[in-house]
């Protein structure tokens, strides 16, 4: 017995002291702190580069760089966070709540996730070419459907999505894995009948394949989204607004989440309140470097989170009487 628990516990510090050797370098290591975002087309990237942008611009007070990297989306980021490779990521916040509590796709729980902020709303957005005649949720069975890439928030969104509305992938002519960069292109040359993205607006994703082929909205309503909304507190009835891509003439009833700012305990107290003093001091030209940011108010930026608060940040908010 006393020779079995002296195995675990060398069996332990051996496998920590490897830990310790493979973990890749995190948590602001030589000052360094890097955000990972989603495709380019989307606004997780420019939403990193205008928290980088507000961190960098008081570098010399306090010696962080932040910089941006361009990844698979929100699981990607929970993962890479959960290992370290990254300090910081834009994570949807249905995916922010299935790492917390270790629920489809991760494995356990990632016990180190820590909020900061939340920033713009996403909708679940299922964009269609016109010509294909897809109106509601019903008729994109025996079509060519992007679900999203692994590690994308949409392929879990919308993953979901179907298994509670009973509409198995093997229903769909296609259920694609194209990144969001290459979804616009392959809807305009009709390999794609339409694209799953979870994504605020505007974005470029969308304006731009707007103006090369007809597109359609598909509205998102219906009994099994109800389920969805009344079942999960991170969904929320949403709406694609009318006027911002080509075609797109009246709002669309959907439903969607929240865009969410995520690091972990690995992250010191001093580079969280560093990040978040830069964008909550500078709120008004960050606000400004996106549309989607138009509508953000600092108390709901606390909103919506769902991992703790880091203490550094609420450090921060508790000076400043948010919290
Ligand atoms: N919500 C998407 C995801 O988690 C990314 C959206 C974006 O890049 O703006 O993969």
Same mark, same amino acid.
């Given at each position: 017995?006393?020779?079995?628990?002296?195995?675990?516990?060398?069996?332990? &510090?051996?496998?920590?002291?490897?830990?310790?050797?493979?973990?890749?370098?995190?948590?602001?290591?030589?000052?360094?702190?890097?955000?990972?975002?989603?495709?380019?087309?989307?606004?997780?990237?420019?939403?990193?580069?205008?928290?980088?942008?507000?961190?960098?611009?008081?570098?010399?007070?306090?010696?962080?760089?932040? @910089?941006?990297?361009?990844?698979?989306?929100?699981?990607?980021? @929970?993962?890479?966070?959960?290992?370290?490779?990254?300090?910081?990521?834009?994570?949807?916040?249905?995916?922010?709540?299935? &790492?917390? +509590?270790?629920?489809?796709?991760?494995?356990?729980?990632?016990?180190?996730?820590?909020?900061? /902020?939340?920033?713009?709303?996403?909708?679940?957005?299922?964009?269609?070419?016109? !010509?294909?005649?897809? +109106?509601?949720?019903?008729?994109? =069975?025996?079509?060519?459907?992007?679900?999203?890439?692994?590690? @994308?928030?949409?392929?879990? $969104?919308? %993953?979901?999505?179907?298994? *509670?509305?009973?509409?198995?992938? !093997?229903?769909?002519?296609?259920?694609?894995?194209?990144? &969001?960069?290459?979804?616009?292109?392959?809807?305009?040359?009709?390999?794609?009948?339409?694209?799953?993205?979870? =994504?605020?607006?505007?974005?470029?994703?969308?304006? !731009? *394949?707007? $103006?090369?082929?007809?597109? +359609?909205?598909?509205?998102?309503?219906?009994?099994?989204?109800?389920?969805?909304?009344?079942?999960?507190?991170?969904?929320?009835?949403?709406?694609?607004?009318?006027?911002?891509?080509?075609?797109?003439?009246?709002?669309?009833?959907?439903? %969607?989440?929240?865009?969410?700012?995520? $690091?972990?305990? !690995?992250?010191?107290?001093?580079? &969280?309140?560093?990040? *978040?003093?830069?964008? /909550?001091?500078?709120?008004?030209? /960050?606000?400004?470097?996106?549309?989607?940011?138009?509508?953000?108010?600092?108390?709901?930026?606390?909103?919506?989170?769902?991992?703790?608060?880091?203490?550094?940040?609420?450090?921060?908010?508790?000076?400043?009487?948010?919290?």
């Amino acid at each position: 017995m006393k020779l079995f628990t002296a195995k675990i516990a060398m069996g332990a &510090a051996v496998a920590s002291l490897a830990l310790g050797l493979a973990a890749p370098a995190s948590a602001e290591r030589g000052g360094f702190i890097t955000i990972g975002t989603g495709g380019v087309t989307g606004v997780y990237y420019p939403s990193g580069g205008a928290i980088c942008r507000m961190v960098n611009q008081n570098r010399k007070s306090h010696g962080l760089r932040c @910089s941006v990297e361009s990844t698979g989306g929100s699981v990607y980021n @929970s993962n890479a966070l959960a290992s370290g490779e990254l300090d910081i990521g834009v994570v949807q916040s249905d995916v922010g709540y299935k &790492a917390w +509590n270790g629920q489809e796709p991760f494995q356990g729980k990632v016990t180190k996730l820590r909020s900061l /902020f939340s920033l713009h709303p996403e909708s679940v957005t299922l964009t269609a070419r016109k !010509d294909a005649g897809i +109106n509601g949720l019903k008729d994109i =069975v025996g079509k060519r459907i992007n679900i999203g890439n692994p590690g @994308s928030g949409q392929a879990r $969104t919308a %993953g979901e999505l179907l298994e *509670v509305c009973g509409i198995s992938e !093997d229903k769909l002519a296609l259920a694609g894995r194209l990144k &969001a960069s290459e979804m616009p292109d392959a809807l305009r040359d009709n390999k794609l009948d339409a694209y799953f993205y979870v =994504v605020g607006h505007p974005t470029a994703n969308i304006k !731009d *394949v707007a $103006t090369s082929v007809d597109i +359609n909205i598909v509205p998102l309503t219906g009994g099994c989204v109800d389920k969805l909304v009344s079942k999960y507190p991170y969904f929320v009835k949403a709406k694609v607004p009318a006027g911002i891509y080509r075609g797109v003439d009246s709002d669309v009833p959907t439903y %969607g989440v929240k865009a969410t700012i995520v $690091t972990t305990s !690995d992250l010191s107290d001093k580079a &969280a309140y560093e990040v *978040v003093k830069g964008v /909550f001091e500078n709120l008004d030209s /960050f606000k400004a470097l996106h549309p989607a940011f138009r509508i953000l108010e600092p108390k709901e930026m606390l909103q919506g989170l769902s991992a703790p608060i880091h203490p550094g940040a609420e450090k921060y908010y508790k000076e400043k009487g948010l919290l």
